[in-house]
């Protein structure tokens, strides 16, 4: 997640129900992706000759001769279109056996219901933070048996956090499709205005208090410009709590009352203490009616955000930037080591599939570095990372200087944990991040409580 791309009413606080559409729409928006979806139920449940059913060995069938129809589900729209042309297109001609029939996807609620009843697509579009609960309650077949005969994947291809995310108690179960990470937009002109060195964006949060403070500039009974806001846009409680060195998770314990990230969240509280939340939301609330990300309005000194959002510039006739900015890693508390954590999605195949090998096939070569490569060069790639190191070289993407940032992060950045209570610790998050913004109880009681529901979801959840 994706990390999500910014949409009009999104710069408020988001409250804990809005959780779950944010894991379900994943990270950035990145990848050319639709969220729209245009199958039918009866196209959906079809499937291929039953006499095709793969045998129980790993061997791939691409050379027999038998024909085999692949069931993928995909995003609809223009990425079905674009994607059948520049990838599956490709994998067809290699594969003269194999015949990809793409359904676009409904929902995560059908395709649960079709691995219940046996009648799963053989390959199936999903965010990757969602390995983890998918894997624990048997809804994906593992790909490590596959990868352990096949030599064409390697976790070295892979940036290390990315592939971890696709893993589940060491066993793979996706392949990496796309990448994306946050890092700060600074607003130069701001800065020079403020008189600080445009050149010089702050690297630590103590220099990022007192360059934001700089900044802000009343007017009437609200603000004019603001010089930051700890949750506006991707400024999510898991984002700041990585910048304060803390922890999510420590083996398969999940921590989120780790006294680093109840420092953060003491932190952002402190921020909407001295600004006054009511007139932040005022300005938010100004903001979300240009139906731009805030940050191109010119009225932001400092904001956290994926690389995505450098594609409004050729994509959002309405982003027209008047004035100097840069991108920079996001800073870090004082001590601690300047960071970004990554989201994304995958490519899976669901407990069940009618031909296990062929999907392999399938798999190996989308996640691949022929697939990947083929989608990342693609006209409209815009500043979409792929979630392979040698890719993104070869498609020179360090000539761009703010891509460039992101792309160098990519190397150290985090993950959210790979649990089968993921929802849950990232709904969590967000009800203490909303009630400690709002004066609604103590960072630390909030996260502990945080602690107490969290453990209870994940002791139901493994519960034998």
Same mark, same amino acid.
């Given at each position: &997640?994706?990390?999500?791309?910014?949409?009009?009413?999104?710069?408020?606080? %988001?409250?804990?129900?809005? +959780?779950? +559409?944010?894991?379900?729409?994943?990270?950035?928006? $990145?990848?050319?992706?639709?969220?729209?979806?245009? !199958?039918?139920?009866?196209?959906?449940? +079809?499937?291929?000759?039953?006499?095709?059913? !793969?045998?129980?060995?790993?061997?791939? +069938?691409?050379?027999?001769?038998?024909?085999?129809?692949?069931?993928?589900?995909?995003?609809?729209?223009?990425?079905?279109?674009?994607?059948?042309?520049?990838?599956?297109?490709?994998?067809?001609?290699?594969?003269?056996?194999?015949?990809?029939?793409?359904?676009?996807?409904?929902?995560?609620?059908?395709?649960?219901?079709?691995?219940?009843?046996?009648?799963?697509?053989?390959?199936?579009?999903?965010?990757?933070?969602?390995?983890?609960?998918? #894997?624990?309650?048997?809804?994906?077949?593992?790909? /490590?048996?596959?990868?352990?005969?096949?030599?064409?994947?390697?976790?070295?291809?892979?940036?290390?956090?990315?592939?971890?995310?696709?893993? =589940?108690?060491?066993?793979?179960?996706?392949?990496?499709?796309?990448?994306?990470?946050?890092?700060?937009?600074?607003?130069?002109?701001?800065?020079?205005?403020?008189?600080?060195?445009?050149?010089?964006?702050?690297? $630590?949060?103590?220099?990022?208090?007192?360059? !934001?403070?700089?900044?802000?500039?009343?007017?009437?009974?609200? =603000?004019?410009?603001?010089?930051?806001?700890?949750?506006?846009?991707?400024?999510?409680?898991?984002?700041?709590?990585?910048? %304060?060195?803390?922890?999510?998770?420590?083996?398969?314990?999940? /921590?989120?009352?780790?006294?680093?990230?109840?420092? #953060?969240?003491?932190?952002? #509280?402190?921020?909407?203490?001295?600004?006054?939340?009511?007139?932040?939301?005022?300005?938010?609330?100004?903001?979300?009616?240009?139906?731009?990300?805030?940050?191109?309005?010119?009225?932001?000194?400092?904001?956290?955000?994926?690389?995505?959002?450098?594609?409004?510039?050729?994509?959002?006739?309405?982003?027209?930037?008047?004035?100097?900015?840069?991108?920079?890693?996001?800073?870090?508390?004082?001590?601690?080591?300047?960071?970004?954590? !990554?989201?994304?999605?995958?490519?899976?195949?669901?407990?069940?599939?009618?031909?296990?090998?062929?999907?392999?096939?399938?798999?190996?070569?989308?996640?691949?570095?022929?697939?990947?490569?083929?989608?990342?060069?693609?006209?409209?790639?815009?500043?979409?990372?792929?979630?392979?190191?040698?890719?993104?070289?070869?498609?020179? &993407?360090?000539?761009?200087?703010?891509?460039?940032?992101?792309?160098?992060?990519?190397?150290?950045?985090?993950?959210?944990?790979?649990?089968?209570?993921?929802?849950?610790?990232?709904?969590?998050? %967000?009800?203490?991040?909303?009630?400690?913004?709002?004066?609604?109880?103590?960072?630390?009681?909030?996260?502990?409580? #945080?602690?107490?529901?969290?453990?209870?979801?994940?002791?139901?959840?493994?519960?034998?």
């Amino acid at each position: &997640m994706e990390a999500l791309s910014w949409r009009p009413g999104m710069i408020k606080f %988001f409250v804990a129900a809005l +959780s779950v +559409s944010l894991v379900l729409t994943g990270c950035g928006g $990145t990848n050319g992706e639709s969220e729209t979806s245009g !199958a039918n139920a009866e196209d959906a449940t +079809s499937t291929a000759n039953p006499e095709n059913t !793969a045998s129980a060995d790993n061997t791939a +069938s691409t050379d027999s001769g038998e024909k085999v129809t692949l069931e993928f589900w995909g995003w609809g729209g223009k990425f079905q279109t674009d994607y059948t042309k520049i990838v599956l297109s490709e994998f067809e001609k290699k594969h003269p056996n194999i015949k990809v029939k793409y359904i676009p996807e409904q929902g995560i609620e059908k395709l649960t219901t079709l691995i219940a009843g046996g009648t799963p697509p053989d390959v199936a579009i999903l965010d990757r933070f969602m390995t983890g609960a998918w #894997a624990a309650k048997g809804s994906l077949e593992s790909l /490590t048996p596959y990868l352990e005969t096949d030599s064409e994947v390697s976790a070295d291809d892979y940036y290390p956090s990315v592939w971890a995310e696709a893993n =589940y108690k060491g066993e793979l179960f996706a392949m990496p499709f796309g990448t994306d990470n946050r890092a700060m937009y600074y607003n130069k002109t701001l800065m020079k205005e403020a008189g600080l060195d445009p050149e010089k964006p702050p690297t $630590t949060v103590s220099e990022l208090d007192a360059a !934001a403070e700089k900044i802000f500039k009343k007017t009437g009974s609200g =603000y004019e410009q603001v010089g930051f806001i700890p949750w506006m846009n991707q400024g999510f409680l898991y984002t700041q709590g990585w910048n %304060f060195g803390g922890e999510w998770a420590k083996g398969e314990e999940l /921590t989120p009352n780790d006294p680093q990230i109840v420092k #953060a969240l003491e932190w952002m #509280a402190g921020y909407a203490k001295k600004y006054d939340m009511a007139k932040i939301n005022k300005f938010n609330d100004v903001m979300g009616k240009t139906g731009i990300n805030p940050f191109w309005t010119g009225k932001v000194g400092f904001v956290y955000d994926g690389n995505w959002i450098l594609n409004d510039l050729t994509s959002n006739a309405k982003v027209k930037p008047t004035f100097e900015w840069g991108v920079a890693p996001m800073p870090a508390e004082d001590g601690q080591t300047q960071t970004t954590w !990554a989201g994304g999605w995958s490519w899976a195949m669901p407990k069940g599939a009618k031909h296990p090998k062929e999907a392999w096939e399938l798999l190996k070569f989308i996640g691949g570095y022929e697939g990947t490569l083929l989608w990342g060069k693609r006209a409209d790639a815009g500043n979409d990372i792929t979630a392979m190191p040698q890719v993104n070289e070869e498609l020179k &993407m360090t000539e761009k200087p703010q891509l460039k940032v992101f792309v160098d992060l990519m190397e150290i950045a985090h993950t959210r944990p790979v649990t089968p209570a993921g929802q849950k610790l990232w709904d969590e998050s %967000f009800k203490a991040s909303d009630a400690a913004l709002n004066g609604k109880g103590e960072p630390k009681k909030l996260l502990d409580e #945080a602690k107490k529901n969290v453990d209870s979801e994940l002791k139901k959840l493994t519960a034998k």
